[in-house]
């Protein structure tokens, strides 16, 4: 009984498959398009290496707030930092004369040198720490920044 049900089963998709013994396919669809001037999904003239030509690719954040930022937070270890988007990570450090260890996410989201353009995360192992303390960090960062400005001359 199995056997015979197994059988019918097994004559049934093979009856099914000729189906699409009728059907055309397009000699184009095995074509393969090589050389400078293949065509892709997206055909606009440019490729993904146009951005790093002619100075495609900006910085878009301050330098005197990312220079200050990496200044200021030096002993903390940097374990990222990318200037095309403004984040600068950093794991765990003690501050110099400092007993508790802390970590900092840093986000320069502006050109401008302006408070608005700096956002300072600050982290212990037990958590966030106070607005007072990350609000310090942020202000002796901005110092440092104007300070930068001041020495390069660009008042």
């Not at 910085?59 to 005197?64: C, D, E, L």
């Not at 374990?79 to 095309?84: G, K, L, N």
């Not at 988007?85 to 802390?102: Q, W």
């Not at 960062?141 to 930068?148: D, F, H, N, T, V």
Request: hydrophobic share 40%; charged share 20%; net charge positive.
């Amino acid at each position: 009984m199995k056997t015979a049900l197994l059988v019918l089963l097994c004559a049934g998709l093979v009856a099914s498959c000729s189906g699409f013994r009728d059907t055309k396919i397009r000699e184009s669809a095995f074509e393969v398009e090589t050389g400078p001037n293949a065509g892709s999904a997206v055909d606009d003239g440019s490729s993904l290496l146009d951005i790093f030509r002619d100075g495609g690719a900006k910085v878009k954040v301050n330098r005197y707030l990312w220079n200050a930022a990496l200044q200021t937070l030096d002993f903390l270890p940097v374990q990222s930092a990318d200037p095309f988007t403004g984040v600068i990570t950093t794991g765990y450090g003690r501050p110099p004369g400092g007993g508790r260890a802390y970590r900092a996410t840093i986000l320069i989201s502006d050109p401008a040198l302006d408070a608005r353009s700096l956002n300072v995360a600050l982290q212990t192992q037990s958590g966030p720490v106070s607005a007072g303390t990350q609000r310090a960090v942020e202000d002796a960062i901005l110092a440092r920044a104007r300070q930068l400005r001041v020495q390069a001359g660009k008042y």
